[in-house]
């Protein structure tokens, strides 16, 4: 940083950018229940990671930022292509047809708890305390309420598991770039951008083996492309803004708001029913959240200031 630019409080000008963020993501299951009118799980999932890797490449193009990396680099961004989009999208389209919007995204609030868990296999210095470890097990006592284990048959357990193998996709994934990409210097929406294309290379034989859809439709057509554009390709520059003004940590706390958005879709829009346990076991699967969020606040803190300085160097030129 140089010396003639000096921090200034942030206020709330990362705001505007965090509540369309969340609204995004919140409205991603939406769309993918609308996707799934006309289109099968792989068409849904590659659709998504084509248009939103279409979109971050433009905006490198506009900026005139070309990636620099090692071989090496390119490999961890092909793992984490995997991990974090090519995988978790494929699962989560695929479960969508077994279970509700509204499950798959309370369902979805569960990330950070594998990523607790990952960190602690992965960088064991970052291991969480006992509140962390208490948070973990009633984050996962959350799940069985939420899933109403008591009632085996009375929804799909296929979709149920296949939406929480995507969430460990997302954890390990977040973890294995922590580990791997936390001391490089890389410029914001490069990772995400590559491992989108890397994503999208990976999808091509899914999707090409997948039936071509036999009634497209203009519904199911526009909800893949503003999942691709909006869910994608536009949640990812307001996520990376968002950590150039005011952090990580910040930007993580929508995981307790995004599923407030795919509910009320759920239930308004799209008419599914909500069992009385599914909003309990999601309260307890957020309050274990936060406290494993909490067990690492100061080590967040710490990177919270380190993100903003370059950030502010890398978006101011």
Request: aromatic fraction near 10%; include cysteine; charged fraction near 10%.
């Amino acid at each position: 940083m140089s010396p003639a630019r000096t921090l200034h409080p942030p206020g709330r000008s990362w705001l505007p950018a965090f509540v369309v963020m969340t609204l995004l993501w919140g409205f991603s299951f939406y769309f993918i229940a609308l996707s799934l009118r006309s289109f099968a799980p792989a068409q849904v999932a590659f659709g998504r990671v084509l248009i939103g890797a279409l979109l971050l490449l433009a905006v490198l193009a506009v900026r005139r930022v070309r990636p620099q990396l090692s071989r090496r680099q390119w490999l961890d961004i092909a793992v984490v292509g995997v991990a974090l989009c090519a995988a978790p999208f494929l699962l989560n389209s695929t479960a969508q047809l077994y279970v509700t919007s509204l499950l798959a995204g309370l369902l979805n609030a569960t990330m950070p708890l594998f990523t607790a868990v990952f960190i602690a296999i992965l960088i064991p210095r970052e291991r969480s305390d006992l509140r962390g470890v208490v948070g973990l097990l009633i984050g996962f006592v959350g799940i069985a309420v939420l899933l109403g284990v008591w009632r085996v048959g009375s929804s799909s357990m296929l979709g149920a598991g296949l939406i929480l193998v995507a969430t460990a996709c997302y954890g390990f994934g977040t973890s294995y770039t922590r580990l791997r990409f936390s001391h490089t210097h890389v410029a914001p929406l490069v990772l995400p951008a590559l491992q989108l294309v890397c994503a999208t290379a990976v999808l091509i034989p899914f999707a090409a083996v997948s039936p071509r859809p036999t009634a497209l439709a203009w519904g199911p057509a526009l909800a893949l492309l503003g999942l691709g554009v909006g869910c994608t390709g536009l949640a990812y520059v307001l996520f990376w803004r968002v950590i150039g003004v005011v952090g990580a940590t910040v930007a993580a706390s929508s995981t307790y708001l995004i599923p407030l958005v795919s509910t009320t879709l759920g239930v308004l829009a799209l008419h599914e029913s909500l069992d009385w346990y599914e909003p309990v076991g999601g309260a307890i699967v957020l309050l274990g959240v936060a406290l494993t969020q909490r067990a690492a606040a100061r080590q967040a803190r710490f990177e919270a200031s380190v993100d903003v300085e370059r950030a502010l160097a890398i978006w101011g030129g």
